[in-house]
């Protein structure tokens, strides 16, 4: 079992920024490619950011790329999702995800966090 605990959401103006954070545990961490989705107010939950487990590579979804970056600290057991240049179309609850296989992670990862609200006001 992987459990994953998320933090670092709140409400944010328009263009700032925030930074979010995945600690896990339960397994090597180093063994698993991780992941951020999102799902806003109905909306199915989508696919956001994933690394690998080296972090030497990185997905994202077309709504976010260049203004979002995942970042990992295996030191640390964490991943990070940092935020910048946000939108109201980016509220949303946030959840981290795990999976061995970085394939399986983007449309059905093994493990999920409880998730974090991240509210954009205009």
């Known amino acids: 079992q992987v459990q994953l605990v998320e933090s670092g959401g709140g409400l944010v103006q328009a263009g700032g920024s925030l930074r979010l954070s995945c600690a896990a545990s339960?397994?090597?961490?180093?063994?698993?490619?991780m992941g951020w989705f999102r799902q806003a107010p109905g909306k199915e939950r989508e696919f956001v950011a994933a690394i690998s487990w080296s972090g030497g590579s990185r997905y994202y979804a077309d709504s976010v790329k260049g203004r979002f970056t995942i970042s990992r600290d295996n030191a640390k057991n964490t991943v990070y999702l940092q935020m910048n240049s946000l939108k109201p179309e980016d509220t949303a609850v946030y959840y981290c995800?795990?999976?061995?296989?970085?394939?399986?992670?983007?449309?059905?990862?093994?493990?999920w966090g409880q998730g974090t609200q991240v509210t954009v006001s205009s």
């Open positions: 995800a795990a999976d061995r296989n970085a394939d399986v992670l983007v449309s059905a990862p093994g493990y």
């Open positions: 339960g397994r090597t961490f180093s063994n698993y490619a």
